[in-house]
């Protein structure tokens, strides 16, 4: 487990565009349950992939269409709720940070790690807005 004064500005990061903080698995599965799209964020303290991908989700609300929710746990830290998001994304492998954005419950799109390591935060946001445009209302 991470200590909270580290992870605190990489969770404020998400929270503060309105991203909603699921640290259990029972909110994991609610989160899931409601209806239309859902973008879970696993935040993560990694610098190399977790540095661009939080501006990447947080540019990607900048668009017509954009998620019905959007929720993060964080890996490391809010143990099992990564555990029960990993478990809505079979069958991709556990990886973090990472990204799923839900249709009625059901995993459409997908970003592993090794589709954010190295990528600027502008392409992985064109990559989340892809699939808004695709998915969402």
Same mark, same amino acid.
């Given at each position: 487990?991470?200590? $909270?004064?580290?992870?605190?500005? +990489?969770?404020?990061?998400?929270?503060?565009?309105?991203?909603?903080? /699921?640290?259990?698995?029972?909110?994991?599965? $609610?989160?899931?349950?409601?209806?239309?799209?859902? /973008?879970?964020?696993?935040?993560?303290?990694?610098?190399?992939?977790?540095?661009?991908?939080?501006?990447?989700?947080? +540019?990607?609300?900048?668009?017509?269409? *954009?998620?019905?929710?959007?929720?993060?746990?964080?890996?490391?830290?809010?143990?099992? $709720?990564? @555990?029960?998001?990993?478990?809505?994304?079979?069958?991709?492998?556990?990886?973090?940070?990472?990204?799923?954005?839900?249709?009625?419950? =059901?995993?459409?799109?997908?970003? =592993?790690?090794?589709?954010?390591?190295?990528?600027?935060?502008?392409?992985?946001?064109?990559?989340?807005?892809?699939?808004? @445009? =695709?998915?969402? *209302?």
């Amino acid at each position: 487990m991470y200590p $909270a004064e580290l992870v605190k500005p +990489m969770r404020e990061d998400l929270t503060k565009v309105g991203f909603e903080e /699921l640290h259990t698995a029972e909110a994991v599965d $609610a989160a899931l349950a409601k209806e239309g799209t859902t /973008l879970i964020v696993v935040n993560s303290v990694c610098g190399c992939a977790a540095a661009n991908a939080r501006p990447g989700a947080r +540019m990607s609300l900048q668009n017509a269409k *954009k998620p019905d929710h959007i929720v993060t746990v964080f890996a490391g830290v809010d143990t099992d $709720a990564v @555990d029960r998001a990993r478990q809505h994304m079979v069958p991709f492998p556990p990886s973090s940070p990472s990204m799923a954005l839900f249709k009625d419950g =059901e995993l459409v799109h997908m970003l =592993e790690r090794h589709h954010i390591e190295g990528r600027p935060a502008e392409i992985i946001s064109e990559n989340l807005k892809d699939a808004y @445009d =695709e998915f969402c *209302k």
